[in-house]
């Protein structure tokens, strides 16, 4: 499959090979290769569903940009931005999208709206998404280097259907959280709610 040329620079006040240092400042080499995998399996959803690349492939990089920062860090931004108080209660895990597109926003400027959304609900999916939320939530499931049982059942549903896919890992990662024990964050249940095929 062939893909078309970048241009992030589109997009974000950087071109790539400068996003690309701004991640490597911020992630260590697992997660910032992860980021780079995540960017090409965005491509590819977004070619085989009739999306944009460069958008879906700067929104597949930038995904985890947040992935590391200090708790504190993400406690202040709840703050300052007046966000959900009930999210200090949850963790980096749902903050780094959630809560880290503000960070991707403000030092990577992209200000696109797909993109940002696309950062924001990659973690939590939403009960309505756009295709680029779609694209990365499915990207960041199945890059490559993925390997749980049931990845590749995950990969076909997908490739047959990106809606089918959606809901199949949403179901996945509630079940996943329940079975442990772990709350919900209520975002992430009303995605829930509005994704799974209602009898
Ligand atoms: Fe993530
Ligand atoms: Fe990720």
């Known amino acids: 499959m062939s893909l078309e040329p970048d241009h992030y620079e589109q997009y974000a006040a950087d071109s790539r090979s ?11 080499k697992n997660r910032f290769e992860h980021c780079v995998r995540v960017e090409a399996t965005a491509r590819e959803l977004a070619a085989a569903n009739g999306a944009d690349q460069t958008i879906a492939g700067l929104a597949g990089l930038v995904h985890d940009y947040a992935k590391q920062r200090d708790v504190a860090e993400f406690q202040g931004l709840i703050r300052r931005f007046q ?26 400027g992209i200000n696109d709206i797909r993109i940002l959304n696309a950062v924001k609900y990659h973690t939590i999916a939403a009960p ?30 997908t490739q047959a259907s990106l809606d089918e896919g959606v809901v199949f890992q949403n179901q996945q990662t509630m079940t996943f959280l329940i079975e442990r024990g772990q709350a919900i964050y209520p975002a992430a249940l009303e995605a829930y709610n509005a994704l799974v095929p209602k009898s």
Do not use: C
Not at 20 to 25: A, E, M
Not at 83 to 108: C, M, N, T
């Open 128 to 157: 309505v998404m756009s295709v680029y939320d779609k694209i990365v939530y499915m990207a960041d499931y199945l890059e490559p280097n993925r390997s749980f049982a049931g990845v590749e059942m995950a990969r076909a549903k």
């Open 18 to 28: 400068g996003i690309i240092s701004k991640l490597k400042k911020h992630l260590d």
């Open 83 to 108: 966000l959900d108080p009930e999210l200090l209660k949850y963790s980096r895990a749902i903050w780094h999208g959630y809560v880290g597109y503000l960070l991707v926003q403000q030092e990577l």
